[in-house]
């Protein structure tokens, strides 16, 4: 068995474990609410990082969005070493398997297409990890 095999099996592992960390660390700093709070106010007398008590008093702001959650320090520093993180070994993943291919058979353009697929993604989410846009507090409805 070679060790490479870990690696596919270990990307989901990490992410997830990743974004729930990265919402632990939102919630304990008070920068969203539980997803357990299902009521969710117009206004509060209160902003919810000031808020003490079991209770809490939560807007539509405060949802717990990924994109939320890994906007504020510290946890945005946390959210971004996970994207970076994982879009590298989407990367790496894509490469391993589109060179598998190769080897076993012959290339063909499907395989090449599955891994600019896949590094277009990595891209992607190397954007999303590392260029975020604080959250604003205004909210304008259509």
């Keep these: 068995m070679s060790p490479w095999m870990i690696l596919p099996v270990s990307l989901p592992v990490f992410i997830i474990t990743g974004i729930w ?6 919630l304990y700093n008070q920068h969203v609410c539980p997803v357990n709070n299902w009521v ?17 008093c939560c807007t539509l702001d405060n949802i717990p969005l990924i994109s939320k959650c890994g ?12 994207c970076s993180t994982g879009s590298f070994m989407v990367m790496l993943i894509g490469l391993l398997r589109y060179a598998h291919v ?8 499907l395989n ?7 590094w277009l993604c990595a ?19 259509f």
């Design 21 to 26: 960390v990265v919402y632990a660390m939102a």
């Design 40 to 56: 969710y106010n117009e206004s509060c007398v209160e902003p919810l990082p000031l808020q003490r008590g079991p209770v809490l």
């Design 102 to 109: 190769i080897e076993k058979h012959q290339n063909c353009i």
């Design 112 to 118: 090449t297409a599955g891994l600019s697929a896949g």
């Design 71 to 82: 906007t504020l320090p510290p946890e945005s520093c946390f959210f971004s070493l996970i």
């Design 123 to 141: 891209a992607g989410l190397i954007m999303v990890g590392n260029f975020q846009i604080p959250v604003k507090k205004s909210r304008t409805w």
